[in-house]
């Protein structure tokens, strides 16, 4: 068997190779800090324009399929070595379709590797049906490996105290468990079988890895993975099993300017006192607070935002505690 081919962009390394073969000769053990990555679906998707009714001339040839009757064990065996690379406290993110969910569920499961959450990424433009609901979302599987803390970037894209114009926290919003995020289209541009979208791959990278870090996608493709990653200057590697795709996404990566990606973050918002117990007198000076602020005519998001500053506590926080005296 020939040896693979390898690039190497700065610090950046690309494998023409299996995965699971090409991790094993690259990659040592607990060496990634996060993994992003979009397997083949097992759904003939060397053949969608059959099915879509798209127009395939922009679109690169060499699209490697899975045979449905090999998924579970195709999934076995890759998702095994993403749990030996993945550092402790190392993240993974596996995006899905429904066809062989419970094939990459049932390898996860077989793992030490932890949920953290299954987040539902709803996008723009599903398959047209006629006699049944359309399917417009994909699976995201969010997971960690034990034995180290798990980096989450609470405040990377908003800040605990910004709102949006109808009142409600843009921090909360952004970290709710679907995701409503338009896949991009190229008219006319080349581009691979099926590209994430850069806005999803910068909301995880933001908020589960930092600058210098390394991350890796099993499945390169397109290289949307690798170009966000260089963009936000983190550090990256990334196989790909098809000679002709990974020949013809490398070079166009070779474009990618560090950081030119990286967005200013917000200006953190501190509470000092989350998380901590309430003591007798802080409870006593919440209620009396309370009292005096509805007395003065005050709304209620008024009497909570001056409640949360005044007691240096988080508005949920201030909530829960009026909830449970009967204030609210």
Not at 127 to 138: A, D, G, L, N, R
Request: glycine content about 8%; some cysteine; overall charge positive.
């Amino acid at each position: 068997m020939a040896a693979p081919t390898i690039e190497r962009i700065g610090e950046h390394l690309f494998v023409n190779a299996d995965c699971v073969r090409g991790a094993a000769a690259h990659l040592a053990d607990g060496s990634v800090d996060l993994m992003v990555t979009d397997p083949p679906y097992g759904i003939e998707g060397d053949r969608l324009d059959r099915h879509y009714n798209r127009d395939e001339r922009f679109v690169d040839d060499g699209y490697v399929e899975v045979d449905a009757r090999k998924y579970a064990s195709f999934s076995r065996a890759w998702i095994a070595q993403a749990e030996r690379v993945l550092k402790p406290g190392g993240q993974l993110y596996v995006v899905s379709g429904y066809t062989n969910l419970y094939d990459v569920l049932g390898a996860l499961r077989k793992t030490s590797l932890r949920e953290i959450n299954h987040i539902i990424w709803k996008y723009n433009f599903g398959v047209y049906t006629s006699s049944k609901f359309v399917s417009s979302h994909y699976h995201i599987l969010y997971y960690a490996k034990p034995g180290g803390r798990r980096r989450f970037n609470l405040q990377s894209r908003f800040a605990l105290d910004q709102t949006a114009a109808d009142g409600r926290s843009l921090n909360y919003r952004d970290r709710e468990d679907v995701w409503s995020i338009n896949r991009e289209y190229k008219p006319g541009q080349r581009k691979n079988k099926n590209e994430l979208p850069r806005a999803l791959l910068k909301k995880i990278l933001a908020y589960s890895s930092n600058e210098g870090e390394l991350v890796c996608d099993f499945f390169l493709g397109g290289g949307s993975t690798a170009a966000v990653a260089i963009g936000m200057n983190r550090r990256f590697v990334g196989f790909e099993v098809s000679e002709r795709t990974f020949r013809s996404r490398v070079p166009e990566l070779r474009k990618i300017v560090p950081g030119s990606l990286l967005d200013v973050p917000p200006e953190a918002h501190v509470v000092r006192n989350r998380g901590k117990s309430w003591s007798a007198e802080e409870l006593e000076q919440l209620q009396g607070r309370f009292r005096e602020l509805h007395a003065s005519g005050a709304t209620r998001g008024a009497i909570v935002a001056t409640l949360s500053a005044e007691l240096e506590r988080g508005a949920w926080a201030i909530r829960k505690r009026l909830r449970s005296a009967g204030s609210f």
